[in-house]
């Protein structure tokens, strides 16, 4: 093909949670990167919707139901799907992001497209073998899956050559940020510590297993030679995370911290927004850290059974902490007993996260990020 050549529509397809698709704005960027002329459209869960407002690169979105791809909803909602995929006009490139072979091979009848991307074909057949088991469910990996997915999909049209690694990111207009103020004027002109103790949840799943349980404690000890604490915590949470932020809302405050507690109490975009404006930012794999990746953000972030290294970026603002366990028991489902799931925080020293949050304390807390 003609190097000049570019698709001139491109549908991307993922049907994935939150912080998956704060991770799939890394090959966003990157395919934008590549073909800055192309229309790009994403196909994803309705799920998304208040999401997809913060994120640049996209000229138009399909928003389709969260639950269709689930038993028994797939055998009604999924014919209609297939129907729509039928009537979309021809495209140039399709992309899909999904890693069950099964839908994937319904996309490549119904979708029709000059060319196809899928996962575990061609030169991406290795991205959903069995090894690459944390992977697998959500193809959402920073530095691997998303470069090589739009590796391929440069390699199409002789533009590999060009393909260069992209941070994640999210846009927030100013607009907001003055609604944010107005709806909490307390945070105006404030320097705290933003801390998720909360596990969040995959379209509706609960995940409680990826609750830090120790956040209270590591807490308490970085900053256990003051008697009046000199750092603010605002608490973030959502709907299902009412339980951790009380009790750590509660301990926190029984020792003199100056606290705040925004669980639930804030949409997605004031959601940002807190993360935003916070010095830094301590958090369990869950959507914050994604959230801080995107916006260069400061962050420590725990690990409990999962694989680090599909969701961390690492970088000179970023600090994770993991155990040293082989086998995980969360890949995208919890497979396991919670005693089990205690091991992997057991394994981590606590006193090392009081350090580092000591650390992150005095390198970023006084300096105005906003």
């Known amino acids: 093909m003609n190097e000049n050549h570019f698709p001139k529509k491109i549908i991307l397809l993922n049907f994935h949670a ?41 000229n138009n979105v399909e928003l389709i139901d969260n639950n269709t791809f689930k038993f028994p909803y797939i055998l009604y909602k999924g014919p209609k799907l297939l129907f729509k995929f039928y009537r979309t006009n021809k495209v140039d490139l399709v992309i899909s992001f999904h890693p069950n072979k099964y839908i994937n091979f319904l996309f ?18 290795d991205i959903v073998a069995k090894d690459f088991k944390s992977f ?3 193809l959402n990996h920073y530095n691997e899956i998303m470069p090589k997915i739009c590796f391929e999909a440069a390699k199409l049209y002789n533009k590999e050559q060009f393909i260069k690694f992209i941070s994640p990111s999210l846009y927030i207009k100013d607009n907001d940020v003055t609604l944010f103020l107005e709806k909490f004027p307390f945070l105006i002109n404030l320097n705290y510590i933003a801390v998720f103790p909360g596990g969040g949840s995959n379209i509706g799943e609960k995940t409680n297993v990826r609750q830090y349980p120790y956040m209270a404690s590591v807490i308490k000890n ?15 949470g959502g709907i ?75 970088t000179e603002k970023s600090y994770a902490f993991y155990s040293n366990k082989k086998e995980f028991l969360y890949h995208g489902k919890f497979y396991g007993d919670k005693n089990e799931a205690l091991k992997f925080y057991e394994d981590i020293n606590k006193m090392d996260i009081s350090n580092k949050i000591k650390e992150f304390y005095n390198t970023y807390y006084e300096k105005d990020f906003y």
């Open 240 to 314: 299902d995370d009412y339980s951790v932020c009380n009790k750590l809302f509660i301990k926190l405050k029984s020792d003199n911290f100056k606290v705040f507690n925004l669980q639930s109490k804030t949409n997605i975009t004031e959601f940002i927004i807190a993360i935003k404006k916070a010095s830094f930012l301590i958090t369990g794999d869950s959507f914050p850290l994604h959230i801080a990746s995107a916006l260069n953000k400061p962050y420590i972030v725990i690990f409990g059974p999962t694989d680090y290294k599909e969701k961390f970026l690492k």
């Open 222 to 236: 970085a900053f256990s030679v003051f008697e009046h604490k000199p750092a603010v915590i605002v608490i973030l």
């Open 18 to 58: 939150l912080g998956d698709i704060v991770i799939f704005t890394t090959a966003l960027n990157i395919l934008r990167d590549i073909f800055p002329d192309s229309e790009i459209s994403l196909w994803t869960y309705k799920y998304s919707k208040d999401l997809l407002k913060h994120i640049l690169g996209i």
């Open 136 to 138: 697998k469910h959500g």
């Open 108 to 125: 490549v009848i119904f979708l029709r497209s000059y060319y196809k991307i899928i996962p575990g074909k061609g030169g991406l057949k």
